[in-house]
């Protein structure tokens, strides 16, 4: 999604219903030119609240992938491709949480444990923070 179609997306919904401001957007920015297109975009029309960064080794992460694509047909949960998404996160969407966590705005998820325990988490992080 580019930021122009997610601003786009936001003004329809409020025009719509004037009390939904509060919006989740899905794995955006995932690098420093994400962030860039954000910032001179969306300065003064929206305030990044938090982010919700769900944590997971990768070890972990891989393992679950790789099982998911036992059945999910997708030609990239194999252990290579995964290994290249690893490192493609390492070096352009790791950054951009860094700068989140020094605002203070970083609100971790253990996505390690099962998906109940999950779920329970990030309600509670949604239900104090909104």
């Not at 960064?53 to 047909?73: A, T």
Request: charged letters at 30%; glycine letters at 6%; aromatic letters at 6%.
């Amino acid at each position: 999604m580019s930021v122009a179609t997610g601003q786009q997306a936001m003004e329809e919904t409020r025009q719509l219903d004037e009390k939904k401001i509060h919006f989740l957007i899905d794995g955006f920015p995932r690098n420093e030119e994400n962030l860039q297109g954000w910032t001179t975009i969306m300065d003064g029309e929206a305030d990044v609240k938090f982010v919700l960064f769900f944590d997971c080794g990768n070890e972990v992460c891989v393992n679950s992938c790789v099982e998911r694509g036992k059945s999910s047909g997708l030609t990239d949960d194999n252990r290579a491709s995964l290994e290249k998404r690893i490192q493609t996160y390492l070096q352009s969407t790791r950054p951009v949480i860094s700068l989140y966590e020094k605002q203070g705005k970083v609100r971790t998820v253990d996505a390690s444990c099962g998906v109940d325990k999950v779920f329970a988490n990030v309600k509670t992080i949604l239900d104090k923070e909104i």
